[in-house]
């Protein structure tokens, strides 16, 4: 070998750099402004191209906001109580809830809605829009990220766990005083139910129906 070609090969030998296998990156501390620049992420509008040929577009949320998840399944679940108690014909499985929720995903996170509503039968009639025009599909596989919406179904799944745990609690706590307490008359007044021969004392029963002569 020449000395050029050693030579050459002794430089870029000496050149390359040496990584450690597995090795970190340097820690980060969190900060004020790393938190705000966050925050305001949350607020940006991101541009998606709907139709090239037309120009059509469609804005929405990259980044989607906690607080705003809470607000939909607040609302997710105030539609489903007033679905049962309308007896309306929806929602009669999970499956068919969870497009609901879905839909509000685009709701909340899309500028396709020009107008709040906080009544059902308008985001019934949008929503059946969006899934027979194939928009509804397209939001959320083509222009959502698929973390930011597992988000909110990870958010749903907690919110559900945290509605069960309540009921369990509610009913165990209802099993117990049965058993404790010897004056049936509280325990039914403490829960809702009524005793029409013996009105409940308003102390126990502050809701009582005042219209019919029972406290």
Same mark, same amino acid.
């Given at each position: 070998?020449?000395n050029?070609?050693?030579?050459?090969?002794k430089? &870029?030998?000496?050149?390359?750099?040496?990584?450690?296998?597995?090795?970190?990156?340097?820690?980060?501390?969190l900060?004020?402004?790393?938190?705000?620049?966050?925050?305001?992420?949350?607020?940006? *509008? &991101?541009? !998606?191209?709907?139709?090239?040929?037309?120009?059509?577009?469609?804005? #929405? #949320?990259?980044? @989607?906001?906690?607080?705003?998840?809470?607000?939909l399944?607040? *609302?997710? !679940?105030?539609?489903l109580? #007033?679905?049962?108690?309308?007896?309306?014909? #929806?929602?009669?499985s999970?499956?068919?809830?969870?497009?609901?929720?879905?839909y509000?995903i685009?709701y909340?996170?899309? &500028?396709?809605?020009?107008?709040?509503?906080?009544? @059902?039968?308008?985001h019934?009639?949008i929503m059946?829009?969006? /899934?027979?025009? =194939?928009?509804?599909?397209?939001?959320?596989?083509? /222009? @959502?990220?698929?973390?930011?919406?597992?988000?909110?179904?990870?958010?749903?799944? %907690?919110f559900?766990?945290?509605?069960?745990?309540? =009921?369990?609690?509610?009913?165990?706590t209802?099993?117990?005083l %049965?058993?404790? *307490?010897?004056?049936?008359? /509280? /325990?039914? =007044?403490? @829960?809702?139910?009524?005793?029409?021969?013996n009105?409940?004392?308003? *102390?126990?029963?502050? !809701? =009582?129906?005042?219209?019919?002569?029972?406290?």
């Amino acid at each position: 070998m020449s000395n050029k070609n050693k030579e050459t090969n002794k430089n &870029t030998t000496a050149s390359s750099p040496t990584k450690k296998v597995g090795s970190k990156p340097r820690a980060k501390t969190l900060n004020m402004k790393m938190i705000d620049k966050q925050f305001n992420d949350l607020s940006k *509008l &991101t541009t !998606y191209t709907l139709d090239p040929k037309e120009n059509l577009v469609v804005k #929405y #949320y990259e980044k @989607f906001d906690e607080v705003k998840i809470q607000e939909l399944l607040q *609302l997710a !679940y105030k539609h489903l109580e #007033y679905v049962r108690e309308k007896e309306l014909p #929806y929602f009669q499985s999970d499956d068919e809830f969870m497009i609901f929720v879905q839909y509000l995903i685009i709701y909340k996170f899309a &500028t396709v809605v020009d107008e709040e509503s906080e009544d @059902f039968e308008p985001h019934i009639n949008i929503m059946n829009k969006l /899934i027979s025009t =194939g928009l509804y599909r397209v939001f959320l596989e083509d /222009i @959502f990220d698929p973390n930011e919406v597992m988000k909110v179904l990870d958010r749903l799944k %907690e919110f559900q766990n945290l509605i069960e745990k309540i =009921g369990a609690l509610t009913f165990e706590t209802q099993k117990e005083l %049965e058993s404790t *307490l010897q004056n049936k008359e /509280i /325990i039914d =007044g403490a @829960f809702g139910k009524k005793n029409t021969d013996n009105p409940i004392h308003p *102390l126990v029963d502050p !809701y =009582g129906d005042e219209s019919n002569g029972k406290i």
